[in-house]
């Protein structure tokens, strides 16, 4: 559980890194815009959660899925967010299956295969591609 | 350069993720009754907060620059966006337009005089300058 309300606080240097991606090379971002943002984040995570429990429940179903997520986004007028998730996570699923065929073929006990770094990802990228 | 790269769905799809998952999952988790998020879901919840993060940036930042580029994304632009989109509406309160204190002082006076003390007051008093 949440002891510290900084614990829902998302990290300053992703944020910024995030937005430089999204605004023209010229731009700059003042310390109260990205803050604001940051702060922005994490309350929208929280309501898109909420809203997708809500969902869920409403279904009888006592674990959101990404499903709930995406119907979720939809109804809280998000719905420009959904076809490149979808795309995301039909990669992400994709990637999750060979790391299980790849350890099961070469019998590995590890038991972190679902939270993959980032450079097995690009790996795994490119060989889908 | 001139327009900025406002749209997230132009994005290419990918399984990478910039936000850290733990701190993801410990947001989801402040605001669900049921305990269990499984990987798939804290995957798409995490992109779909970057995704918010590009698209708050982007959409503030078009709007408040249509034409020229090399400016700076204020505060400002977020709460104008804030207020006017209906799908920003949960951030109200997050990201409340900024008032002077003569301004807040004047709506003070009014809803005394209309003998209203409304709680919303409070929301408008982060106001600096």
Redesign the interface.
Known sequence: MVERIEDLNLPNSVIARLIKESLPESASVSKEARAAIARAASVFAIFVTSSSTALAHKQNHKTITAKDILQTLGELDFESFVPSLTQDLEIYRKMVKDKKESKASKKDTSTTAENANASTTAATEDATE | ??????N??E?Q????T????S??R?????????G??????L???T????????????E??ADA?RQK???????E???QL?NKS??LE??LQ??PEKIRVHEFQEMLRLNRSAGSDDDDSESGSESDE
């Open positions: 350069m001139v327009e900025p790269k406002a997230p769905v994005r799809p990918n399984a990478d910039f936000l850290p998952l701190r993801v410990t947001i989801m988790k402040s605001s669900m009754d049921t269990l998020i499984t990987n798939e879901v995957f798409l919840m992109k779909c907060t970057e995704l918010f993060v590009r698209h708050l940036a982007g503030a930042y620059f580029s090399g400016e700076t994304l204020k505060y632009h977020l709460s804030v209906k799908n949960f951030l997050i990201v």
